[in-house]
């Protein structure tokens, strides 16, 4: 059943109108995302945040007045709210109240499929949950119906702390042990030599659309905010003959609630094991710079911003001529057309052979097994036999850190 939502924001002094305007369509996209409907949009001009309402008393009885003539279910608050305000803000306008974090909790309860990522959102859940437990009566009641209450395991939560810190000890261990799983596949791809690849960008900006036309998948597509939150991992071949794994991962968001950053670290972990990422960006959007620097920022966090990067500016078919790229090396595409996505795997390669090493090298016929690995190890630019020297001749490129390298110069 669809509830129906009013927005409440505040618009402090150090944010743009811009800045402003774009955060409030992505919590109305969020909101849409969780099953709302937005009936109305209140917002006001303040220094700084009201302490004990979120937003000034004269508002606070217009906005009283518009949660009963539009029968609103819902109140969102654009910011995080302290315990205090979200209590005597849900006192006063006698309907329940989430903030921002809330309602990305909300989604990804929704959304997560996999056992740990189940796990992770409930471990974010009980932490922000844990120091607004004082006067949680009424939220309390309508856990498990409506926006905002879907997660731990959608029963009555226990107002007990010693049972929620219990529980967070709890996920917190078995977490470890999917951590640790996880290492120890990592490790084996890395004995394999795999080379990884992972699409990285803000929500919604097509990673998934991409990924599937590289990989010739069916992942998740919506036009929703996180339609992915379990990070998938395939095989695909670059036109060199390369082969390469590919992984999809979380989308980025500005404001994402500290408690979620720290649980979906294992996630993300994905992207700082890579050895090449695809910053995925939607070019059409009007907030598309505050977007990259979202996403860079974050990568900086997780000491993923050293790893080399390719920047792909998606959603080409809506864009007009005035468009500038901020980030290179990069490439503009729409990943619904067959040309593009070869131009990128082309780009791919060229953007690697710029910080691979060169070789040139002979190799004796009975020596299949190694030219079998360069074919799929290295990025091969020749290869013909040499009638002369009866030998064949190869050159390329390969990874500085290669163990193909070494042999190579051997």
């Not at 991409?210 to 036009?223: C, D, P, S």
């Amino acid at each position: 059943m669809t509830e129906t939502v009013l927005i409440i924001a505040v618009k402090k002094p150090n944010q743009t109108e811009q800045r402003f305007q774009s955060s409030l369509d992505e919590l109305i996209s969020l909101s849409q995302t969780a099953g709302g409907s937005v009936e109305k949009v209140i917002t006001q001009k303040r220094d700084r945040i009201h302490p004990a309402h979120y937003i000034g008393t004269g508002k606070l009885h217009e906005i009283k007045d518009f949660v009963q003539e539009l029968a609103i279910d819902l109140v969102i608050a654009n910011d995080e709210l302290s315990a205090g305000q979200s209590r005597n803000l849900a006192n006063e306008l006698g309907v329940p109240l989430v903030d921002r974090s809330q309602l990305i909790l909300d989604i990804f309860a929704q959304r997560a499929q996999t056992k740990e990522g189940k796990l992770q959102v409930e471990l974010a859940q009980l932490e922000y949950l844990l120091p607004r437990l004082h006067g949680q009566g009424q939220a309390m009641s309508r856990l498990g119906a409506g926006i905002g209450t879907r997660g731990p395991g959608e029963t009555k939560l226990e107002t007990d702390q010693r049972h929620i810190r219990r529980r967070i000890y709890d996920i917190k261990r078995r977490l470890q042990q999917v951590v640790n799983q996880r290492e120890q596949y990592r490790q084996r791809r890395k004995m394999n030599q795999a080379f990884q690849i992972a699409i990285v960008g803000y929500t919604n900006a097509g990673k998934s659309t991409l990924f599937n036309r590289l990989t010739n998948e069916n992942a998740l597509e919506e036009n929703q905010l996180f339609a992915t939150l379990d990070p998938l991992t395939r095989q695909i071949q670059l036109p060199s003959g390369f082969h390469t794994l590919l992984t999809d991962t979380v989308g980025f968001i500005q404001d994402l609630p500290t408690t979620l950053v720290a649980a979906f670290r294992s996630t993300l972990e994905e992207v700082t094991e890579a050895d090449f990422i695809l910053h995925v960006v939607d070019a059409s959007h009007q907030d598309n710079q505050q977007h990259q620097k979202t996403v860079m920022n974050l990568l900086e966090e997780l000491d993923a911003n050293t790893i080399p990067m390719l920047t792909v500016y998606n959603k080409r078919d809506l864009l007009d001529d005035s468009f500038i790229p901020m980030l290179h090396p990069n490439i503009q595409i729409s990943a619904y057309s067959e040309e593009d996505i070869k131009s990128l795997t082309q780009k791919i390669e060229t953007v690697l052979k710029s910080d691979w090493e060169w070789y040139s090298i002979q190799i004796e016929p009975n020596e299949g097994k190694l030219l079998h690995r360069l074919d799929h190890e290295s990025i091969v630019t020749e290869r013909y036999f040499d009638n002369e020297s009866e030998c064949y001749h190869v050159t390329g490129y390969v990874e500085k850190d290669s163990p193909l390298l070494n042999q190579l110069k051997e």
